[in-house]
C-alpha cells in the first residue's frame, strides 16, 4: 500500500452500556482520525450468544458472521474496551471466541490496535496484555506503539456526546491512529 | 479447621456443550475426591446474561445471586475450565464479572482451586495463568501445587458418562484435592 | 500464629543502582511497618552470579545459600521491585532462578508480598502479575490485597536518605503491612 | 523485500550451560533452515553483567554494544530460549535489559521469533508469552504461527553433536523458519 492509501478501519467496542466511557471514545475515534481514514463501528458484542459448540453446530449466529464479514473487509481492527477484573470483560471475549471457530478466520494477518481506559491509573493496561495474548492465536498483527492506556477516563469524555473532550488525549490517539495507519499500510499484501 | 473436618466445595464450570470434557471431570470430581469431601456444581454460567452495568442497576439477575450464595457458603471453589483462544471462556468470564460487582464479593479470601485441560499437551495452561490474574483482583486464595492441567483430555473421560476413565488422571486430581483440602482447611478461619 | 506475635520479614530488592527509588522504599519500610514487625534486608541480587546449571554442579554460591537461609527463617517475604520493560528485572529473576534449584527451596509455603513503582502511572503493574506468576512455579503464598503499586516513585522518595517522603504512600504501606502481617499469620502453620 | 531475497537472521540464546538442550536447537537452526537463509548465533548472554543504571552511566559493556549490532545489521532475530520457574530466564532478561537501554535500541521495527523447549509437555509456552510482552516494549514484531514449543526436548536433541535427532521437529522448525522468512520479508521496509 502507498503510504497515503484511503484505510477503512473498523472498532469492536467490549462493553455494553449506554453511557460507557468507551463508547464515547469509539464514537469519537473518526473525529480525531488522521486523514485518509475511516473508520466504522461494529455490531454489539451484546447481540452475540455464550459461545456454545452445540449451538455452532446447528450454525453461527448472524451476529457474528456480519461481525466476521466487516471485519475481513476492514484494512484493519481498533479494539477500545475496558478493563474487568483484571481481563479482558468476558462479553468481549466471547465475541472473539465466536469468530475465532469460523474456518476462514477473520484476524488472520489482519492489523489490530488496542485502546483501553479506566478511572483509575493502570488504564486497562492489565486487560491489553491478555488481549495481546489472545490475539497470537488469532494470528492477528498486533501493533505495538505507541499504546494507548487512558487514566482517569471518566474526566475525560462526555458519554452523552460520545466524544472525548481532553485535548490531549485527542492528540495522543490522533498519533497513534497515524502510526498504526503506517503499521496497516507497511504490513497489508 | 481440623485436619480431618468435612469439606463443602463448589465447582464451577466454563463450558456450555453438553458433551464436553470439562462437564465430564467436574461430574467426576465427587467419585474421585478423597473423604470428608462433598463436592457440589454450581449452577451454569450459561444462564448468566452478558454482563452489562445498565441491567445491574436494575438489580442482579437471579442465578448470578444463587451462584454467589453457593460460592459463599463453600469452603472453596474448584474452577475447571477449557482454554480459549490462550485464555479463559468469555462465558466464564463473564459470570465471574458479575460475581465481581457484588457489594459483598463472594470470591474475598476463599480458596480457589484450577483444572484445566485440552486434546493437545498444553492443556490450557495459559487459561490458568490468566484465571490466576482475575483472582487477584476478587481477592481470592488460588492453591498452587500441584496444578492439573490434563493434556490428550479427550481420550481420558467418558462424555457420555461424565467420568474420568484414564486411572493416572484420577489419581493425580485426588492428589490436588487431597492438598488443596489441607490448603483449605490452612488457610480458613 | 496469634494475632499480635512479631513477625521476621525480610526484603528481596530487584534493583542495583545506589540511588536506586525502590531501594529508598525497601530501606524505608522498617520505619512504616506496624507494631511486632521486624524487617530486614536480604544480600543483593547484584551478587549472584548468572545462574548457569554447571556452576550449580559444582555447587550453589554462597551468597545464594544465605539468601535462601534468610529467607526460610522468615515468616514472609516482601519483594520491592523496579520493572524492567515490561517485566520482573533481570537480575531480580536471576536470584529467584537459583533460589529454586535449591533442594528444599525457600519460597514453598512462604507468604510473600509485592511491592513496586514506576515513574510513570502503571506503576510496575506489569512486572507484579509476571512475578506471581513465578511464585505459582515456587509454591509461595502471595499476598492480594490491597496491591502496592506506586505511580510517580522519583517524587516520593528520598534516596540519599533512604526514606519515603509521601505521607499518602506511607501510610498506604502501612495498611499493606498490617494487611499481610494478618495474612501471615492466618496461613503460618 | 522480493520473496527469495537472502535474509540474515541472528539467534539469542538464553541458557548458558555447555550441554543445554536449547544450545542444541539453536546450533543446529542453519542446517534445518529454507534455503536463501544464513543464521549466525550472537555472543552469549553469560558475557553480559547484570544490569546496573550506576554501570552504564560509565558506559555500556562491549559484549552489550557487539551483541546490540549484530541486531541490527540482521533481517530478523530468533530467540531460543529455556523456560525458568514459568517465565523468562533472568540471564536472559537481563540481556533485554540492557540492550533496551541504548539509545537507538535494536529491536524496534525488528522482526522476532520465538522456540522453545522443555522436557515436559508445556515446552516453555510460560516463557514465550512473558517474552512477547517485553518485545511489546521493545517494540519488536513478533511473529505469531505457527508457534514452536518443543515438548520432550531432552529426547530430541543430540548436545554434544549440537544438532537436532528428531525429524518431525526438524520439519516443524523448517516450516516455521520458511513462515517466518515471509513474515520478516513482508513487514520489512
Redesign the interface.
Known amino acids: 500500500m502507498s503510504e497515503n492509501q484511503e484505510l477503512n478501519l473498523v472498532v469492536l467496542l467490549g462493553s455494553?452500556?449506554?453511557q460507557?466511557f468507551h463508547a464515547a471514545v469509539a464514537k469519537s475515534l473518526q473525529s480525531v482520525a488522521p486523514a485518509n481514514t475511516n473508520i466504522t463501528l461494529l455490531g454489539s458484542?451484546?447481540d452475540i450468544p455464550?459461545?456454545?459448540?452445540?449451538v455452532q453446530a446447528d450454525g453461527f449466529p448472524a451476529p457474528v458472521l456480519e461481525m466476521a464479514g466487516a471485519i475481513k473487509s476492514a484494512d484493519g481492527v481498533i479494539v477500545v474496551t475496558p478493563e474487568?477484573?483484571?481481563?479482558?470483560?468476558?462479553?468481549?471475549?466471547?465475541?472473539?471466541?465466536w469468530l475465532?471457530r469460523l474456518p476462514d478466520t477473520p484476524f488472520a494477518g489482519k492489523p489490530v490496535s488496542l485502546i483501553s481506559g479506566s478511572p483509575g491509573?493502570?488504564?486497562g493496561?492489565?486487560a491489553q496484555?491478555?488481549l495481546?495474548?489472545?490475539m497470537?492465536?488469532?494470528?492477528?498483527?498486533v501493533f505495538?506503539?505507541p499504546?494507548v492506556?487512558i487514566?482517569g477516563i471518566n474526566t475525560k469524555v462526555d458519554t452523552e456526546a460520545g466524544s472525548i473532550t481532553d485535548e490531549q488525549t485527542k492528540a495522543f490517539i490522533n498519533g497513534h491512529l497515524t502510526a498504526f495507519g503506517s503499521f496497516v499500510r507497511?504490513?497489508s499484501?
Do not use: C, W
Open positions: 455494553l452500556r449506554k460507557s458484542v451484546g455464550h459461545y456454545n459448540a452445540d474487568y477484573n483484571y481481563s479482558v470483560p468476558g462479553v468481549l471475549k466471547n465475541a472473539l471466541d475465532s491509573p493502570i488504564a493496561a492489565r496484555y491478555h495481546r495474548q489472545i497470537v492465536f488469532l494470528d492477528a498483527l505495538t506503539k499504546e492506556m487514566g507497511r504490513v499484501l
